[in-house]
């Protein structure tokens, strides 16, 4: 699913929202979700998931052109978790939709 999928899906399902203000909110939230990232916060949302940032050390790595080594730096990576309900969720899809499989 894209971000347009996304505002297709929301506004689709609220007709009271025009296709501008889907957009506008999916929007807002993404920044919001950005920015609390980039501040360093975690963010949790209730039966869907938490994001969190992940500290990569900094390390040696070799060039594979010229097998040269090379000192990459530290870096702070964005994580996702998902939460129980979904990791069930998907579980439980994933099983249905398998050859052979019983609904």
Not at 18 to 38: F, G
């Amino acid at each position: 699913m894209t971000r347009s999928d996304l505002v297709e899906e929301l506004a689709a399902k609220f007709s009271q929202l025009t296709h501008r203000d889907a957009e506008y909110a999916v929007k807002t939230i993404l920044d919001a979700m950005s920015d609390a990232l980039v501040r360093g916060h975690r963010i949790e949302i209730r039966g869907f998931g938490s994001f969190s940032i992940n500290r990569r050390p900094s390390r040696m790595g070799r060039n594979p052109r010229s097998g040269e080594s090379v000192a990459i730096p530290e870096k702070r990576v964005p994580h996702f978790k998902p939460g129980k309900s979904l990791r069930e969720t998907v579980a439980q899809q994933s099983v249905q939709s398998l050859p052979g499989a019983k609904p």
